[in-house]
Structures are given as C-alpha cells and as structure tokens.
C-alpha cells in the first residue's frame, strides 16, 4: 500500500510565523503535490513537482514556496503566516503524472 | 486552461434512493478522468478513473462513471445509496499533456439519511 505521510494533522501558528509542513511518501513516486482544501473551493493547487529539486506553480502559489531535496519529501514553506492561509493542507504523490494520486490524511493549520 | 465543474454543491438522498452527481470539463484534448471520495475524518481516495477503452467505468462500492465525450461530461452514479455514502465528492480531470496537474471540482456533499 502506498503511505503517503504528513507531519502535522493540526497546527496552530501566529500571524507572520514561518511555517513548514513535511510530507513524505514510501512509494518512490516522481510526481508530489500541496493542495489546499477549504469549503465550497474544493482542492486547489498550490505547488507540484515532477522530480527532485525541480517545482512548479500550482494555481494559488502566492504566499507559499516548496523544497523538494529528496525524492520521497516535498515541504510547503508559508514564509510568513496569514490568517487567510487557515485551511486544510493536503499532500498527495503518484508515480506517473497520469496516474492515480495518493493523498496524505492532511494538515488543519489555524493561523491566528 | 483546464476547468472541472460539479452541478451539486449538496445532495440529500434517503437510503435507497439512486445517486447521480455531475461532472463537466473543458479542455479540448485528451484527458484522464478521476472520481475521489472524502469520507468524514478521512483521507482523500480513489472511487474510480477513466484513461481510454469502455466509457462506462466501475469502481469501489458499487459506484460507476460515465464518459461522454461529446458532452465533455463524467458523471457519478449509483442505483442505491447507504447511509455509508455520506461524503464529499470530487470529480477531477487531468489533460493528457505534459507539464498539467489534476484540476479538482468544488466538490459535492452527500448527505444520506437512514
């Protein structure tokens, strides 16, 4: 079974904080993804990567940055927390970028 | 660019009662087509996919799509819901071209009562 883990299931941040969420995936998959999840939205994505150290801009980049050192991690970087980036933060990773993604259980961050 | 559109923003059904949810899309060339379900307090996971072959595809649960391709449409069926189906739903469409990611829908909330 593919796992697809993330660091944090809740993460409560102050306003202007630095925050870094982690996302790990046991299945050797190229393609590894950030959405975030809010009601009514859906998914929206905000960064994806095809190959380590290589990222590409999702449709709401703004405010985020990724690193993708190593094949199994890809982290989402908030260089400086603001209360509209509270949301559900969702990983997902797939071997092919036609392929079915994996999606980890998410990260609720509160950004107060 | 890409765009996935879901009819129902929530649908309440009672137990038994047949399920179809909407799907539309709009990108003109190939695509993969993907069905996701969010049970609550739970991961994101694959109900079911379309890549080429037999439009009508069938996937976990007794759940199945439709491909119309002239109708750029994918919709979600199931003859008889459970209490069980109580979940969000997400349709999602990836162009079969290098450099895309799969575009999500907003999603549809289904409610089932026993």
């Known amino acids: 079974d593919v796992k697809v883990t993330q660091s944090s299931r809740y993460l409560v941040k102050r306003t202007g904080e630095k925050v870094f969420l982690e996302c790990v995936q046991d299945?050797?998959?190229?393609?590894m993804f950030w959405y975030r999840q809010d009601p009514g939205l859906g998914l929206r994505l905000i960064y994806f990567?095809?190959?380590?150290?290589?990222?590409e801009k999702g449709d709401i980049p703004e405010g985020y940055s990724v690193s993708r050192e190593k094949k199994e991690r890809f982290s989402l970087i908030l260089e400086s927390a603001s209360t509209n980036q509270t949301s559900m933060y969702l990983c997902?990773?797939?071997?092919?970028?036609?392929?079915?993604?994996?999606f980890g259980p998410g990260t609720r961050l509160t950004v107060l | 660019a890409q765009s996935v559109s879901q009819h129902n923003h929530h649908v309440i059904l009672s137990e038994a009662a047949s399920l179809e949810l909407g799907c539309n899309y709009s990108?003109?060339?190939?695509?993969?087509l993907f069905w996701y379900v969010q049970y609550p307090g739970q991961h994101l996971q694959l109900l079911l996919k379309y890549f080429s072959g037999d439009p009508l595809v069938k996937g976990i649960k007794g759940f199945e799509a439709e491909f119309i391709k002239s109708k750029f449409s994918f919709n979600l069926r199931k003859p008889s819901v459970q209490w069980s189906d109580t979940a969000e739903y997400f349709c999602a469409v990836k162009a079969n071209q290098a450099g895309t990611a799969l575009i999500f829908g907003k999603g549809t909330t289904l409610s089932v009562s026993s």
């Open positions: 990108y003109g060339g190939t695509v993969n």
């Open positions: 990567s095809y190959d380590v150290k290589m990222k």
């Open positions: 997902a990773s797939t071997r092919e970028a036609t392929d079915t993604q994996y």
């Open positions: 299945m050797d998959h190229e393609n």
